[in-house]
T-cell receptor, first 112, second 116 residues
Framework: KAGVTQTPRYLIKTRGQQVTLSCSPISGHRSVSWYQQTPGQGLQFLFEYFSETQRNKGNFPGRFSGRQFSNSRSEMNVSTLELGDSALYLC???????????FGPGTRLTVT | AQKVTQAQTEISVVEKEDVTLDCVYETRDTTYYLFWYKQPPSGELVFLIRRNSFDEQNEISGRYSWNFQKSTSSFNFTITASQVVDSAVYFCALSEASTGANNLFFGTGTRLTVIP
């Protein structure tokens, strides 16, 4: 089976812009979670989607949003980018809640 | 509140040495899950193991072994006969049934360097 894929792999944006990141889970996986990794805050949970519904949300401002499509692919959007949003954004998929999560290679976002 | 502590920030060992990475967790849930992930320089998190709170049995997989002790809230990871390819950052993580089993709380990671 193909692993989790994320596009784009690298992105450079300007403060104030918005960005959309995409994640395609492993075939058959219905849960997609997003994480932010920064040197200062480490790995932090953003949100989880399961069957097109947001099931859990981490402690991030409303500028961070996401959605999941009927084919389980997911997107996350960050509006009004700030310098502090520069990070590696990781997507993880799993069949459900009783299983381990498998991570994609991440999207490295740089905000200038 | 939940918390995962990896007190060892960086560890260096010479190839073929054994090394243990420590992980201490805090949770009020009785149903929870513990994980170890490896992050090589490429950046992708690689799943190593998942344990639920009701299964304290230790596990061995090749050169890797895990020691889960609820009495000390620890879930330590040992690499036997380390190899250069083991060099990476290792993360211990916790999820709780009450806050979402797919909501992982990560420790700060331990950077392991294996010197040839």
């Amino acid at each position: 089976k193909a692993g989790v894929t994320q596009t784009p792999r690298y992105l450079i944006k300007t403060r104030g812009q918005q960005v959309t990141l995409s994640c395609s889970p492993i075939s058959g996986h219905r849960s997609v979670s997003w994480y932010q990794q920064t040197p200062g805050q480490g790995l932090q949970f953003l949100f989880e989607y399961f069957s097109e519904t947001q099931r859990n949300k981490g402690n991030f401002p409303g500028r961070f949003s996401g959605r999941q499509f009927s084919n389980s692919r997911s997107e996350m959007n960050v509006s009004t980018l700030e310098l502090g949003d520069s990070a590696l954004y990781l997507c993880a998929s799993s069949p459900g809640t009783r299983y381990e999560q498998y991570f994609g290679p991440g999207t490295r976002l740089t905000v200038t | 509140a939940q918390k995962v502590t990896q007190a060892q920030t960086e560890i260096s060992v010479v190839e073929k040495e054994d090394v243990t990475l420590d992980c201490v967790y805090e949770t009020r849930d009785t149903t929870y899950y513990l994980f170890w992930y490896k992050q090589p320089p490429s950046g992708e998190l690689v799943f190593l193991i998942r344990r639920n709170s009701f299964d304290e049995q230790n596990e061995i997989s090749g050169r890797y072994s895990w020691n889960f002790q609820k009495s000390t809230s620890s879930f330590n990871f040992t690499i036997t006969a380390s190899q250069v390819v083991d060099s990476a950052v290792y993360f211990c993580a916790l999820s709780e049934a009450s806050t979402g089993a797919n909501n992982l709380f990560f420790g700060t990671g331990t950077r392991l360097t294996v010197i040839p």
